[in-house]
């Protein structure tokens, strides 16, 4: 035979009323669930991907990790150049404006074997940049991850500038690495750098444009890719300004080889349009 309860400890039926009225730990889940819906929507409104607020982990590519690489140059072998640049920075302690780069930026106080490096590039060195206590320190076929592994090395130590130039990225390109790739490890380099000199302020160069293949003037696609995505993740960072050198080394919609001879590197009138770009930084963040 089934056992009746007695009355008093019967389960009551829930009324509506009953029901209608959620429960100590319901209103605390909605004030819970309704706090973190503002969070995010204030998070999105004043913190924005690539802006400010804290930076969101790179993905562990080649391109965002510190790597040496085989090279014979000028100066011997990579370590030796390294080396080689350490001195130049040693040597320049009280430098104010620091470009660090590849190519390009060995290009500019013409450390190098192309005609433009030995008849035109001193002269704007000396005329444009070095009243500025300018320190150019690059290295031909750089990529990002060789930045990195030269500011691990320390090659900044000892230095303190006002403003530095960072100028890497289309060695990636030309290597291989996808436009996201090339993006993060520019992006990395920025970080770095950013560590090392936290008293500087970054100008970020983005890349110029060039062309995919050797002797063709058209604009490769993937340089502006690249620059779309610095665009949306690295302008707006604390003490860095994002840039923009494209028109200045177009023609007509190509590759002006006027300033940029061989589709890449600058002479001396592609030097003045680069120090044109960089003009605003420059008058803001260095001293006279």
Not at 16 to 22: G, I, Q, S, W
Request: net charge negative; aromatic share 6%; glycine share 8%.
């Amino acid at each position: 035979m089934q056992e009746v309860l007695p009355t008093t400890q019967r389960e009551k039926p829930k009324s509506a009323e009953d029901t209608a009225h959620p429960t100590g730990v319901s209103v605390a889940v909605l004030y819970l669930c309704g706090a973190l819906l503002l969070f995010s929507i204030f998070q999105h409104a004043f913190f924005p991907p690539g802006r400010t607020g804290p930076a969101k982990p790179l993905p562990a590519l080649v391109s965002t990790l510190p790597a040496d690489r085989s090279y014979s140059g000028p100066e011997g072998d990579y370590a030796s150049t390294l080396a080689a640049l350490k001195r130049d920075a040693q040597a320049a302690p009280g430098t104010q404006l620091l470009f660090l780069g590849d190519s390009l930026t060995e290009s500019l106080r013409g450390d190098c074997t192309r005609p433009e490096c030995v008849e035109e590039l001193p002269s704007v060195w000396k005329e444009v940049f070095a009243p500025h206590q300018a320190l150019a320190l690059g290295v031909p076929g750089d990529r990002t991850e060789n930045l990195l592994y030269r500011l691990a090395q320390g090659e900044t130590s000892g230095l303190a500038p006002a403003l530095t130039v960072v100028e890497i990225g289309t060695n990636n390109l030309a290597f291989g690495h996808s436009a996201e790739a090339t993006a993060f490890g520019i992006e990395a380099v920025v970080r770095a750098v950013k560590e090392k000199l936290p008293n500087t302020h970054v100008a970020l160069m983005l890349l110029f444009p060039r062309p995919k293949d050797k002797g063709d003037q058209t604009p490769w696609k993937e340089v502006d890719v690249v620059n779309e995505l610095l665009q949306e993740r690295v302008r707006g960072s604390p003490k860095v300004s994002v840039v923009d050198c494209t028109r200045p080394f177009l023609k007509d919609g190509l590759v002006d080889t006027s300033k940029l001879p061989d589709g890449i590197h600058p002479n001396g009138e592609g030097a003045r349009a680069w120090a044109k770009c960089l003009n605003r930084a420059m008058n803001k963040y260095l001293k006279d």
